[in-house]
C-alpha cells in the first residue's frame, strides 16, 4: 500500500506560478507510472502531466511549455511546476501512482488562479 499526499496548491493570480508537491510513502521507482491529474467540480478528472509506463513523460496540450513534471526517486517526491498560470488552471490537483495491477490517489490539493 502507497499513500500520496500532495501540497503546495493555493491562490495565485493569472501569470504566477506554483509548485506542486507529491510525497510517497513507500518507493516510488517500481512505479509503472506517476503523474498529476487535476478535477474541476462536475467535470471528469483529467490528465495534466505523467511519466507514463513506457518511460516517456506526457503533458495536457493546453498546459505543454507551462508545466513541468519531474521527480526524486531518493526522497520518493514527484513534483509539478506550473508557470504562467491561468484561471482555467483552477482544479483540485492529485497525484497518481500506478503498479502492475494498482492505481493510487492523493486526496489532492485546490489551486485557484484568480485576480
Known amino acids: 500500500q502507497v499513500q500520496l499526499v500532495e501540497s503546495g496548491g493555493g491562490l495565485v493570480q493569472p501569470g504566477g506560478s506554483l509548485r506542486l508537491s507529491c510525497a510517497a510513502s513507500?518507493?516510488?521507482?517500481?512505479?509503472?507510472?506517476m503523474g498529476w491529474y487535476r478535477q474541476v467540480p462536475g467535470k471528469q478528472r483529467e490528465l495534466v502531466a505523467a511519466f507514463t509506463r513506457g518511460g516517456s513523460t506526457d503533458y495536457a496540450d493546453s498546459v505543454k511549455g507551462r508545466f513541468t513534471i519531474s521527480r526524486d526517486n531518493v526522497k520518493n517526491m514527484v513534483y509539478l511546476q506550473m508557470n504562467n498560470l491561468k484561471p482555467e488552471d483552477t482544479a483540485v490537483y492529485h497525484c497518481?501512482?500506478?503498479?502492475?495491477?494498482?492505481?493510487?490517489w492523493g486526496q489532492g490539493t485546490q489551486v485557484t488562479v484568480s485576480s
Open positions: 513507500g518507493s516510488i521507482v517500481s512505479m509503472k507510472a
Open positions: 497518481n501512482a500506478e503498479t502492475t495491477y494498482v492505481r493510487y
